[in-house]
């Protein structure tokens, strides 16, 4: 689902996407200076390999997640701390940002319920 940030406005632009058994509910909000807020949830079930044992699980995911959107190169050095993602053709595609959300969290390390309990043993 591609959206243009000029339909983006100070009223929040609500969103929902759903990727397997993964939803991705939230909104985009014109924030100031080319920024477009994007606050939204991540929950669901993600289907992860353990990395000690190969086997495949389900991981439970509730992430909250919250980043500016810039239409266009973003070059404010007064607030580098912001986490900003750019967009260089006034559209920002949800879809590719949902799997890049998904990306990142299957990147972490993880270890299924019996790994975890041999570890403790």
Do not use: W
Not at 4 to 30: C, H, I, M, W
Not at 48 to 73: A, M, N, Q, R, Y
Not at 93 to 116: A, G, V
Request: charged letters at 35%; a negative charge; proline letters at 2%.
């Amino acid at each position: 689902m591609k959206i243009s940030l000029r339909k983006v406005g100070n009223t929040p632009l609500d969103f929902e996407l759903k990727s397997d058994k993964v939803a991705f509910k939230g909104y985009l909000q014109y924030h100031g200076n080319k920024l477009i807020l994007l606050k939204a949830n991540l929950s669901g079930l993600l289907d992860i390999e353990c990395d000690l044992c190969t086997k495949d699980f389900e991981l439970p995911v509730d992430e909250d997640i919250e980043f500016f959107i810039s239409d266009g190169v973003y070059e404010d050095k007064e607030e580098a701390s912001l986490d900003v993602v750019e967009s260089l053709d006034s559209q920002i595609d949800l879809e590719e940002l949902l799997n890049s959300e998904i990306e990142l969290i299957k990147s972490d390390y993880f270890s299924c319920d019996d790994c975890k309990t041999k570890e403790r043993n």
